[in-house]
């Protein structure tokens, strides 16, 4: 069972995404981590949906560059803002990702930024559909 949703990408067009009903982020648990504070748990989901399509360019500019140093720094920045969504499926492909920097593995780069670009969709329109639950 399926259903449809949409957001806006990087440059605000509209994005149709085809995902599980399965509920990627517990709003319960982020919640909880956020001491029951409604507003901290919307301006945290708002933050990360504004700036976690940033760094995912910056990560595609540094893997472009070789820039191994800037990809860790921008990994260790998504990393915090996803450990507060309950983002483990992103937080993998960043461990990943993070392991072939140290390695400066060009090779399988372009793989890994494919997994973890795929996590990150399906983590923002959770973080969407989060954000637009409150409203409801």
Known sequence: HTNETTMLGARGEAIKS????????DRAVVLARM???????????????EYAPQRRDEMRRAIDHG??????????ALKGS????????????????DQLAVAADAQRM???????ERQLDELLIAAA????????
């Not at 085809?18 to 982020?25: G, K, N, Q, R, V």
């Not at 820039?67 to 921008?74: C, G, I, Q």
């Not at 372009?110 to 973890?116: D, G, Q, T």
């Open 18 to 25: 085809e995902h599980t009903s399965m509920t990627l982020i």
């Open 35 to 49: 001491d029951g504070d409604e507003g901290l748990l919307q301006e945290i989901v708002g933050l990360f949906l």
């Open 129 to 136: 559909a989060l954000v637009n639950a409150a409203g409801d």
């Open 82 to 97: 996803g450990s507060y969504l309950d983002g483990s499926n992103v937080l993998n492909a960043l461990q990943q990702l």
């Open 67 to 76: 820039d191994y140093a800037s990809l860790r720094r921008t990994i260790h």
């Open 110 to 116: 372009p793989e890994a930024l494919l997994v973890f």
